[in-house]
């Protein structure tokens, strides 16, 4: 029997109980106040930077993976994305914040972004095609809703985090996402056996994407 909804809505509906831990997390209630600490926001940024190195590789990896022409040109273009849009957006920021931009990633890894790579990785190389792209799917996904509903409020009296809101808000980061949830539920289509499956990998990822937040807010206000 067919579901009565899209896979991407059942996956949502998984991890609803997280979410209001997510967005309510008062890393994002303060940035979107003003009021998080500069050093709360050099440290995200510096950890964020690692991360989207390795994210780059990994999408690269998906690319290598994938089945038809169109899903590598897909994940290539993602891959590329990171460096053109988030990682110049991250030096950009940092600068701002009197931190060399350019020196991001010689930061050391926090254990929190160690882990979260250490689980994307295992589904690179232990995994098949789709348990990576289910794997990759809450870093996108999160971050668009993180944006929009930032977006929906009075805008941040710190210009630098607005502008960080505005990008995860934005159309070009929105289609990156839209083309990967619509991958997510072409792959569930494709074998809903194995549909209880990525509803485990994705909440793990989100619970990943809650403890990033955790890291940066508990670790920034130490530097």
């Given at each position: 029997?067919?579901?009565?909804?899209?896979?991407?809505?059942?996956l949502w509906s998984s991890?609803?109980?997280?979410?209001?831990t997510i967005v309510h997390h008062p890393f994002l209630t303060e940035l979107a106040d003003g009021g998080l600490s500069p050093a709360r926001f050099a440290y995200f940024l510096e950890q964020d930077a690692l991360y989207l190195e390795d994210f780059a590789r990994l999408l690269a990896t998906a690319a290598a993976k994938a089945p038809s022409r169109d899903q590598i040109k897909l994940f290539l273009s993602h891959a590329q994305g990171v460096f053109a849009v988030e990682?110049?957006?991250?030096?950009?920021?940092a600068t701002a914040l009197g931190r060399d931009g350019a020196r991001l990633t010689s930061a050391e890894r926090g254990p929190t972004t160690q882990a979260y790579l250490d689980f994307l990785f295992a589904h690179a190389q232990g995994g098949d095609y789709a348990d990576l792209v289910i794997a990759l799917l809450p870093c996108f996904w999160v971050y668009r809703e993180v944006g929009l509903t930032l977006a929906a409020q009075p805008p941040s009296p710190n210009p630098l985090y607005q502008r960080w809101i505005e990008t995860y808000a934005g159309d070009e980061f929105g289609a990156a996402v839209a083309?990967?949830?619509?991958?997510?539920?072409a792959l569930a289509a494709a074998e809903p056996g194995r549909q209880q499956a990525f509803l485990r990998i994705f909440a793990e990822g989100v619970g990943h994407e809650r403890a990033f937040w955790d890291q940066a807010y508990a670790s920034g206000g130490q530097s």
């Open positions: 029997m067919a579901s009565a909804q899209p896979f991407h809505q059942t991890i609803e109980p997280m979410w209001p990682s110049d957006l991250h030096e950009t920021l083309s990967q949830i619509a991958l997510a539920d």
